[in-house]
């Protein structure tokens, strides 16, 4: 079992490097959507610099912290768009039949599926991230939990986007859901939770995950708490063995459409 499932992991590392050695077959194109991304955030935070020039706190957040709302919004969607780029399109990968070239694969259908392409931009994100990371104040604690909150919060946004997309197995036409779920989740990734009341709060801590990904992680680094970094990881957890659940369930209602493709 565990020499099955380090196989599967160095097979799909492998998959990531192909991909990454791909894109940089063209450094300057690399070089420069890594740097245009990094600049798109900059000009996106100008909106609170304006806000807290006016009050100094907003939903119970300094702007320092919003800083750092803002840099896991960047490094969840950099690490979970760099290395799961292909999650985003599953919903067509799935109708257009294009998973028929994964099914022939002595590999996991869902990894392969997701991890053949990378966003090179999103590497401008993850900078992003630790720019704010660094601008709010780093130290050696900050800095891993950044690391380890960005992965799981990468792997929480990846495992969503699992969940939109294989719905195509099930019903026709979900584009529209699949894109403004995934929308949902970066868009209130942006705003400090205590501006949210209610039903909307309950949901950005449910079918939303956004208060796992995002929200907490900024108040542990504000304040350690180990309680609330353990549910973080189970939550992680869950979701991601949810996501690979409903996949495989779909798949077994997969019908191929002997579409003639081959992976490279």
């Excluded at 909307?200 to 542990?220: D, E, H, Q, R, S």
């Amino acid at each position: 079992m565990l020499m099955a499932v380090k196989n599967q992991l160095r097979i799909t590392l492998l998959s990531i490097k192909y991909a990454f050695m791909r894109e940089l077959l063209n450094k300057v194109t690399f070089i420069t959507n890594v740097i245009f991304m990094v600049l798109n955030n900059a000009c996106m935070i100008v909106q609170w610099v304006i806000l807290y020039s006016l009050k100094d706190n907003f939903g119970g957040y300094t702007f320092n912290q919003v800083l750092l709302l803002w840099g896991f919004a960047a490094g969840t969607y950099g690490v979970s768009h760099f290395f799961f780029k292909d999650a985003y399109n599953l919903s067509e990968t799935i109708n257009s039949g294009k998973l028929d070239v994964y099914l022939v694969q002595p590999k996991n259908v869902l990894l392969s599926a997701i991890t053949s392409n990378i966003e090179t931009s999103a590497l401008g994100d993850f900078v992003y991230g630790f720019i704010m990371l660094f601008i709010y104040g780093v130290t050696f604690q900050n800095f891993f939990l950044f690391i380890f909150f960005s992965i799981t919060g990468g792997l929480i946004l990846t495992s969503v986007a699992v969940i939109l997309g294989s719905l195509s197995f099930w019903f026709n036409k979900t584009e529209t859901i699949v894109e403004t779920g995934n929308s949902l989740m970066v868009n209130f990734a942006t705003y400090p939770d205590g501006i949210f009341k209610g039903f909307v709060k309950i949901l950005l801590f449910t079918l939303i995950p956004v208060g796992l990904a995002n929200y907490l992680p900024v108040k542990i680094i504000t304040k350690f708490d180990l309680g609330l970094t353990l549910i973080v990881l189970l939550f992680t957890i869950f979701i991601v063995t949810l996501a690979f659940m409903i996949f495989n369930k779909g798949l077994k209602r997969y019908s191929s459409t002997n579409l003639m493709n081959a992976r490279i």
